[in-house]
């Protein structure tokens, strides 16, 4: 019993949706068996030495989704790499497809009229709503609006022909239903591999506040606010750290002697452990953010916004939208002088964000697809 996993972030530079995706991927093959999970790489940055990706498409130019808009096939694969996916299906004989994106309702027709095996789709946002909240937000361009009708017409065959399709969280249904007048099939918030080497006697004289994520707008208009707005109001003894890929942009707009920024580093255990507390000044966005799931991976106090909170749990005490919110927040936390872990915040993590989380969920899923007999937990590599 062999599953095929298909997805444009997992050979891709470093962003949120790809740590989803990595997570998923693991999952698929602690349900199946490491050797019952192929992979389907799509729009692909590097190359991989696993095995197991028997297909992969490099990164498509502006000229190439061009082609691929005109041809009819989603934008993010050639026609030709359309047909490779459909001959791999009727080769490998799969069980099941798990798309990791909504944007291949086209692959996704052909998929079920041509071969007829069951697909789950994952969304990581409904690209409609995301498409809108972006056109607000930043200036396009006539190309911004090709993909994006695309985008819009191959979302709308996803609902039409998935068998199951996985929403993050109440907001993303809410939108699901109003473009298309569905619900969500289930739900999969976010979640987090646990890579977490917490070290829980990090201590030093300074109050350190961290900030992960990456130069996406969101982020950089977050993070602007917060050294400019909620900064300069808070005690001498507490600094920020600012950590993520090319976030060392900023550097000339808003390094300081309390403000301290870094691209991308290796590990971020280092940072996490030597935190007192994670925040999170989203404003703009869709979906779930996953550095909110990791700072719980760490065990961490997480201040965030509505956004950044979005489609969490029992965060409620550490929601802040204002400048008033963070520094009342952030000095009470001072004052108690809290231990850098927080076992509470950890276990939230352990039983709704984790991977064991995920696992029960989608072999729910695939019980009820009839991929995984209903007497079985889960497959293995002799099935």
């Known amino acids: 019993m062999k599953i095929l996993f298909i997805s444009d972030f997992i050979l891709a530079e470093e962003q949120g949706a790809k740590q989803s995706t990595k997570a998923h991927y693991q999952t698929l093959k602690d349900i199946f068996g490491v050797d019952n999970v192929d992979v389907a790489a799509l729009n692909s940055t590097y190359e991989s030495k696993d095995e197991h990706i028997i297909f992969r498409e490099n990164k498509r130019t502006k000229s190439n989704k061009l ?10 694969i050639s026609k030709h790499g359309e047909n490779n996916v459909l001959k791999l299906c009727k080769k490998n004989h799969y069980s099941c497809v798990f798309i990791d994106h909504s944007i291949y309702g086209h692959m996704i027709k052909r998929i079920k009229r041509e071969i007829g095996i069951p697909v789950v789709s994952y969304f990581h946002g409904v690209m409609q709503y995301q498409n809108k909240k972006y056109k607000e937000h930043n200036q396009t361009t006539f190309f911004y609006f090709l993909p994006s009708f695309n985008m819009k017409q191959n979302e709308i065959d996803t609902v039409k022909y998935s068998d199951i399709c996985l929403l993050l969280n109440k907001r993303d249904n809410d939108n699901f239903k109003k473009y298309y007048g569905h619900e969500a099939d289930e ?17 030093d004289n300074l109050f350190r506040l961290l900030f992960v994520g990456g130069y996406f707008w969101p982020n950089i208009h977050g993070i602007t606010w917060f050294v400019k707005s909620v900064m300069p109001k808070l005690s001498q003894n507490i600094v920020l750290e600012i950590v993520g890929n090319n976030m060392d942009k900023l550097k ?51 201040l965030g916004t509505d956004e950044a909170l979005e489609g969490y749990e029992d965060l409620n005490e550490y929601r802040c939208n204002t ?9 009470l936390l001072t004052d108690k002088n809290l231990p850098k872990y927080n076992e509470n915040l950890r276990n939230i993590y352990l039983e709704k964000y984790s991977p064991q989380m995920a696992k029960a969920r989608l072999t729910k899923i695939f019980k009820k697809l009839g991929v995984i007999e209903n007497n079985r937990e889960n497959c293995n590599d002799n099935i």
């Open 187 to 203: 739900y999969l918030p976010v979640y987090y591999i646990d890579t977490a080497k917490i070290n829980t006697e990090e201590k």
């Open 252 to 302: 000339n707009n808003l390094a300081g002697e309390r403000v301290t920024i870094r691209g991308r580093v290796e590990s971020l255990d280092e940072f996490y452990n030597k935190a007192d507390v994670v925040v999170g000044p989203i404003f703009k966005g869709e979906g779930m953010k996953t550095k909110t799931c990791e700072a719980l991976m760490y065990g961490k106090i997480y």
């Open 323 to 331: 400048a008033d919110e963070f520094v009342h927040m952030i000095e």
């Open 67 to 76: 082609k691929s808009i005109v041809q009819g096939v989603p934008f993010l």
